[in-house]
């Protein structure tokens, strides 16, 4: 359904150490930099079949994450859950809502972790166990 997801960042460089580091937990490589025909810099990950951006706004206006929407990665056990949600908070990303763990829900068991990126972007790690 989806082809892939973009983020806006005010310091490219900065969220490139970020994501970096922080997708690296999942195996992700090294992103494909491109500059625009307008000159922002975007960072695309690709893994999986997915794409992850991350872009310098086009519009020349401050970066603002959208309130009520989060970004969920896929992760490949609860350790790895857990790695994600630590190395995010290491590398300048802020820990929010519960503490990484188990949630069982109507949708199944998950681990599920909480995060926000540098620019405010909230961001889900889950691995699901059922």
Not at 104 to 112: D, E, F, I, V
Request: with cysteine; aromatic share 8%.
């Amino acid at each position: 359904m989806f082809s892939h997801v973009m983020v806006g960042s005010d310091d490219i460089e900065r969220s490139k150490n970020f994501y970096n580091s922080v997708l690296g937990v999942l195996g992700v490589k090294e992103p494909v930099v491109n500059v625009n025909d307008t000159g922002q810099t975007r960072l695309f990950y690709i893994h999986n079949g997915s794409t992850f951006c991350v872009t310098e706004p086009i519009n020349g206006e401050p970066t603002s994450a959208a309130n009520g929407s989060t970004i969920g990665f896929t992760c490949d056990s609860s350790e790895q859950v857990k790695e994600l949600h630590d190395v995010a908070v290491a590398n300048g990303g802020t820990s929010i809502e519960s503490p990484p763990g188990l949630r069982n829900n109507t949708t199944g068991k998950k681990h599920l972790c909480y995060f926000l990126d540098p620019d405010g972007h909230k961001i889900c790690g889950m691995y699901r166990c059922d």
